[in-house]
């Protein structure tokens, strides 16, 4: 009985081992995701301008925050910004004095031009 339990043991250690080998990759696998690591964790830049939309001016000291982050800058004295979204990051959320808060989509565009919306 303890020879079977002994070699019981001694396979099950065996299998163990070998589960927890690490899988071998292939080159090209191996490229592929060293490559697709790298895309994933970069951040987005956007730059862009934010204009009041009745008179076309720049609209600066606005608080653009990346939604669901803390991550956040100001517009510049003419409206100017730029922001570095992390990966996954949806939307930008602009909030002015002054003017209704507005949602962007971050998708594909690196610049966008915003058209706030003056409260009355």
């Known amino acids: 009985m303890k020879t079977k339990l002994s070699l019981f043991l001694f396979l099950a250690s065996i299998f ?3 589960c927890n080998q690490p899988k071998k990759v292939n080159e090209k696998e191996s490229e592929a995701i060293e490559v697709h690591k790298e895309e994933a964790t970069e951040p987005v830049t956007i730059k862009g301008k ?3 939309k009745e008179s076309g001016d720049g609209v600066s000291m606005t608080m653009i925050i990346v939604k669901g982050t803390t991550t956040g800058t ?3 004295p003419n409206g ?5 979204a992390p990966v ?19 998708d594909s565009e690196k610049e966008m031009e915003v058209k706030l919306i003056p409260k009355k």
């Open 88 to 106: 996954g990051a949806k939307k930008l959320v602009f909030s002015a004095n002054g003017f209704e808060t507005f949602e962007a989509d971050i």
């Open 80 to 84: 100017e910004f730029m922001i570095q």
């Open 50 to 52: 934010i204009v009041n």
């Open 74 to 76: 100001m517009s510049g």
């Open 16 to 18: 163990i081992a070998a």
